[in-house]
């Protein structure tokens, strides 16, 4: 079956690390996103991408970035980690743009920064 | 994208339906009505979604009122498993599934 996945599903890094959250997807899905979740808080969008070498700066891009080289994967890195990016994260993924086809979410990536 | 008003919890008996509002009174005619759950720690995921007419599948029925304007989520026969956040959007065809979510309504199923 199709699917989104996540890895690390959780991962401890020290501040001022550069770290990569990666995101798989086997849908062959044009679109995908990153979001961060904070504790009590809904999901706020980070990047995203309509396809292979799109990228878009979302609510909350600063001290992130990511890369679309092929369809099936959009990689988050944070550049220099903080512990203000201490967070759940989630990727999603979609059909295109001119659907309405439902995202499909992975499972998350538990992002502690000491 | 318009902005949704959801009540911040509700409680739900297990076995009796859930109903779960929703206010979007700024929506503009081409914007659609989805509906995601969270459920604990998970990814969310997708339920319902329509633009003026009444929906349902397997997990719900959406009813959105004529005026558009607010629309209830139903669950017929909630269970202890559909314990969650639920979470209204709104969104414009077109917009490439970006979603914008806000606090949702987290429903408690109680035996």
């Known amino acids: 079956d199709a699917e989104i996945t996540q890895s690390p599903r959780h991962k401890i890094t020290e501040t001022g690390r550069q770290v990569t959250l990666a995101c798989h997807q086997t849908?062959?899905?044009?679109?995908m996103f990153w979001y961060r979740q904070d504790l009590g808080h809904g999901l706020r969008l980070i990047h995203y991408?309509?396809?292979?070498?799109?990228?878009n700066k979302g609510e909350v891009s600063d001290g992130y970035s990511v890369s679309r080289s092929n369809t099936e994967d959009l990689p988050l890195t944070l550049e220099s980690a903080a512990s203000s990016q201490t967070s759940v994260y989630f990727c999603?993924?979609?059909?295109?743009?001119?659907?309405?086809?439902?995202?499909?979410f992975g499972q998350g990536t538990r992002l502690t920064v000491v | 994208d318009a902005k949704t008003t959801q009540p911040t919890s509700m409680d739900c008996a297990e076995g009796r339906a859930a109903n779960l509002p929703c206010n979007h009174s700024?929506?503009?005619?081409?914007?659609?009505v989805y509906w995601y759950r969270q459920i604990h720690s998970q990814g969310p995921q997708y339920i319902i979604h329509?633009?003026?007419n009444n929906e349902t599948n397997e997990m719900a029925s959406l009813i959105i009122t004529e005026d558009r304007k607010s629309s209830t989520l139903i669950l017929p026969h909630a269970t202890l498993r559909d314990t969650a956040v639920y979470y209204c959007?709104?969104?414009?065809?077109?917009?490439?599934?970006?979603?914008?979510f806000g606090g949702g309504t987290r429903l408690m199923v109680k035996p």
């Open positions: 999603a993924s979609s059909e295109s743009r001119r659907t309405n086809t439902e995202a499909f």
């Open positions: 849908w062959n899905h044009n679109n």
């Open positions: 991408s309509y396809g292979v070498q799109d990228t």
């Open positions: 700024t929506i503009s005619g081409n914007e659609y």
């Open positions: 329509g633009l003026k």
């Open positions: 959007i709104v969104r414009t065809l077109g917009a490439g599934n970006m979603l914008t």
